[in-house]
Structures are given as C-alpha cells and as structure tokens.
C-alpha cells in the first residue's frame, strides 16, 4: 500500500469582460528601441493571430484583483469536492506580479496572496499554513509538485493549489506583446489516498535553465518613449523568437522524461495538458514530442487548446483547462477513469515542468 496524491476538487475563475483583437486598432506599437515598427496596426493584429491563434481574451473588472479571482476559483473548488475548508493542511497560490489594482502597475506583495485567499474564505484553523509560490507561468504546476511531496511525506493530508493572475495590469499598451495577456484563476485541492495500484501523480521532471535564459522574461518599461509610465519598470516583457527556440529544444524532451519516470509510453497518455501560451508553438512542442518517440502524426485531441479564447493568463491556463474538461465544459474533450494525463509548462526563469498523472 503506497501514498499517492490525488485531485478530489476543482474550480476556476474565468473573468467577465471580453476584449476581441479589434479592440487593438486605437494601439500604437513600438519597437523595443522605442521607434515605430513600420507596420499599420491592422497587419499587427493579422500577423498576431496567425501566430497565436488568439482571437481574444479575458480581463478582470476594475474592483477585482487576482486575489479576488483567486478566491473564487478556490470557492468553487471546495463546493466541488465537499471538504470541509477546515481541514486543509496548507494553501499555496502561484502567482508572478501579486494583486495590481485597475490602472496601476505596482504589485502589492504583503500579505502574500494565499493569506488574502484563506483570509476571504474566513478559515479559522491556524494550522492551514499559506504561501505564495513564484516561479514564472509553471507556477502553478511546481506549487503541485510541492504539495505532491507535503502529502507523501505524511506532512500533510489535503492541499489547496491555486494559479492566479492579472496580467492585463501590468502589460505595456506599445508592445505588441501585450495582446498575448490575460486574467484568470484555476484551483484544485489535493488529497492523500492509500492505493495497492498506482493514482494520483505518478511522476514529475523540472529544470531551470538561467546560464543564458534568466532574462528572456523580465519586468521592464514600455516600448513608447513618450509615454506616461516609461519609467516605471514592472511591464512585462519578453524576447519572443528566444523563447520559442528554447521551448521547442527542451520542453518535449522534459515531458519525455516524465513520462520515463512514470513507467509509461507514449501511447499510454490520454491528455497533455499544456500552458497556454502560443498556438504555434503548442503545436510544434506536440510534434517534437511524438517525433521523440519515432511518430509522425498527433491525435487531433491530444493536446486541449483553449487560448484562442482565453489568451494567456500564465499560472491560471493549466488549471483552468484541467477544470472545464473535468466538469464536461469543453466541447470534444473528457477525463474517463484510468486516463494517464500529462500537465506540462514553461516560462520566466527559464524553467520547464510536467507530471503525469491518472485520473
């Protein structure tokens, strides 16, 4: 009888307001050098969507901030699981830039967010320990794999996990980047089962990667060298074509590996479950990953894909895809008993991380 961790909750917080790509057209982009990058805004859009697939995203309203989302998701994902909210050992919440109220730039730290989340569900047990986790758009995912190791231990018997963000915040209006970002929260709460058969997270790989890719993420100032805001260095930026490449050269081998470790092929993986950052590139990581194995082709629904909607809302994209396919909310897609999934993500850092998991 071994110690596994399994999902017995989940719930997700996908926010109300809409904002479609032509709602870019009044944008004026600049270069990082801070010259205009030659194009009119309209060939903008064109070339962003055939890359990403986005067609629009979600913000938070203005008297919401991520720990607010962050709430909601965990609120739905306690009523999901019928658990006592008492009894949680810890809630960790994965997040890059804390709660930023509407029209600023500036991250509020302190409380960390997971106090603000246990402090809104009104729990009372002293005992449920949280805190926050930073480690890029895979935060969410390593917060898994530390409760994973809190629950195998015996240190702890149910945990919260929660990816929360508001990254319509703090993306700079001038970068064409910033139509990338979204808002949104996912939470799931793991539980300690005693199983004769394998359950729950059967494995995990992570690396960091900083020699030569710490920066390709970072907080900087905005591309318009005129604007309001220049000096304030907390948009987001990113070397794109840098990014890609190191995504496409390590992220299929790091999911192999975990694979490896959980004893399974290739074949044997119902789901991968993959942040949701560039179409694209999503798509070229499946194709290296099965060429790893000598395939050519991809299942067409291997890989869920919800960012054409959603954008990308960094920590919260794995959960929240988790939770729509759970609850039978996304069209072509379900989790039957037995299923091997695969969770996968990359970003600032560089870090790469998966686990593979039985549902």
Same mark, same amino acid.
């Given at each position: 009888?071994?110690?596994?961790?399994?999902?017995?909750?989940?719930?997700?917080?996908?926010?109300?307001?809409?904002?479609?790509?032509?709602e870019f057209l009044k944008n004026t982009?600049?270069?990082?050098?801070?010259?205009?990058?030659?194009?009119?805004?309209?060939?903008?859009?064109?070339?962003?969507?055939?890359?990403?697939?986005?067609?629009?995203?979600?913000?938070?309203?203005?008297?919401?901030?991520?720990?607010?989302?962050?709430? &909601?998701?965990?609120?739905? !994902?306690?009523?999901?699981?019928? /658990?006592?909210? $008492?009894? @949680?050992?810890?809630?960790?919440?994965? #997040?890059?830039?804390?709660?930023?109220?509407?029209?600023?730039?500036?991250?509020?730290?302190?409380?960390?967010?997971?106090?603000?989340?246990?402090?809104?569900?009104?729990?009372?047990?002293?005992?449920?320990?949280?805190?926050?986790?930073?480690?890029?758009?895979?935060?969410?995912?390593?917060?898994?794999?530390?409760?994973?190791?809190? &629950?195998?231990?015996?240190? !702890?018997?149910?945990?919260?996990? /929660?990816?929360? $963000?508001? @990254?319509?915040?703090?993306?700079?209006? #001038?970068?064409?980047?910033?139509?990338?970002?979204?808002?949104?929260?996912?939470?799931?709460?793991?539980?300690?089962?005693?199983?004769?058969?394998?359950?729950?997270?059967?494995?995990?790989?992570?690396?960091?990667?900083?020699?030569?890719?710490?920066?390709?993420?970072?907080?900087?100032?905005?591309?318009?060298?005129?604007?309001?805001?220049?000096?304030?260095?907390?948009?987001?930026?990113?070397?794109?074509?840098?990014?890609?490449?190191?995504?496409?050269?390590?992220?299929?081998?790091?999911?192999?590996?975990?694979?490896?470790?959980?004893?399974?092929?290739l074949n044997d993986i119902k789901k991968?479950?993959?942040?949701?950052?560039?179409?694209?590139?999503?798509?070229?990581?499946?194709?290296?990953?099965f060429r790893l194995y000598g395939e050519?082709?991809?299942?067409?629904?291997?890989?869920?894909?919800?960012?054409?909607?959603?954008?990308?809302?960094?920590?919260?994209?794995?959960?929240?895809?988790?939770?729509?396919?759970?609850?039978?909310?996304?069209?072509?897609?379900?989790?039957?008993?037995?299923?091997?999934?695969?969770?996968?993500?990359?970003?600032?850092?560089?870090?790469?991380?998966?686990?593979?998991?039985?549902?």
């Amino acid at each position: 009888m071994s110690r596994y961790s399994k999902i017995v909750g989940s719930g997700s917080c996908i926010p109300e307001v809409e904002v479609k790509n032509e709602e870019f057209l009044k944008n004026t982009f600049y270069n990082a050098d801070g010259s205009h990058n030659g194009q009119a805004t309209p060939e903008v859009l064109e070339k962003f969507f055939s890359i990403t697939g986005i067609e629009e995203r979600r913000y938070a309203k203005e008297d919401q901030k991520a720990s607010d989302l962050a709430y &909601i998701a965990a609120s739905r !994902a306690l009523e999901s699981s019928g /658990i006592d909210k $008492e009894s @949680l050992d810890y809630i960790l919440v994965a #997040h890059n830039f804390g709660d930023v109220s509407a029209n600023t730039v500036t991250p509020q730290l302190m409380p960390s967010l997971a106090a603000r989340v246990k402090h809104l569900l009104k729990i009372e047990n002293p005992q449920t320990v949280a805190y926050d986790i930073l480690f890029g758009c895979p935060g969410w995912i390593q917060a898994m794999i530390q409760a994973n190791y809190f &629950i195998k231990s015996g240190d !702890a018997k149910r945990v919260m996990v /929660i990816g929360a $963000e508001t @990254l319509s915040r703090v993306c700079d209006p #001038h970068d064409r980047d910033s139509m990338i970002y979204a808002d949104g929260a996912g939470a799931t709460i793991l539980e300690g089962v005693e199983s004769d058969t394998p359950t729950g997270i059967l494995s995990h790989s992570v690396r960091t990667d900083t020699l030569n890719e710490a920066y390709f993420l970072w907080s900087g100032a905005s591309h318009n060298p005129d604007f309001q805001n220049r000096d304030r260095d907390f948009y987001i930026k990113m070397h794109g074509h840098k990014i890609y490449e190191y995504v496409i050269s390590n992220v299929p081998q790091l999911v192999k590996e975990s694979i490896e470790k959980a004893g399974l092929g290739l074949n044997d993986i119902k789901k991968v479950l993959i942040h949701q950052a560039n179409e694209k590139m999503d798509e070229a990581i499946a194709k290296r990953l099965f060429r790893l194995y000598g395939e050519r082709k991809v299942p067409e629904d291997i890989m869920p894909m919800i960012i054409k909607k959603m954008g990308n809302n960094s920590v919260a994209t794995v959960p929240i895809l988790y939770d729509m396919i759970a609850k039978g909310e996304l069209e072509g897609h379900e989790f039957e008993t037995g299923d091997n999934l695969i969770f996968a993500s990359v970003g600032a850092g560089m870090s790469i991380n998966a686990f593979v998991y039985k549902f």
